[in-house]
């Protein structure tokens, strides 16, 4: 099932795994040209999280791939085992 929300309503959403880590803030988003789906989130990471510090950073910032995510309201929750 697709996963709709307007990208406005995401800025600034803490992002949270499924098992309840905070990896950090929610930055920026990486949109498809063509289809306009939404592709990856940039994420300032948490440096207090292991899990955070353990994933690979561009400029600072933690790329999460959208299809990742599992839910997104108040935080967006992200399936721990798709992001590495």
Known sequence: MP????A???????IITNDGE??????D???????????SMLVEPNLDNAT???????????????SSVLAASDHVIVDKKAIH
């Open 52 to 66: 955070a510090r353990s994933l690979n950073k561009e400029d600072g910032l933690i790329l999460i791939p959208y």
């Open 8 to 14: 406005k309503q995401l800025a600034g959403k803490k």
């Open 29 to 39: 988003l990486n949109v498809h040209e063509v289809s306009g789906k939404l592709e």
């Open 3 to 6: 996963k709709i929300v307007i």
């Open 22 to 27: 905070e990896l950090g803030k929610l930055i």
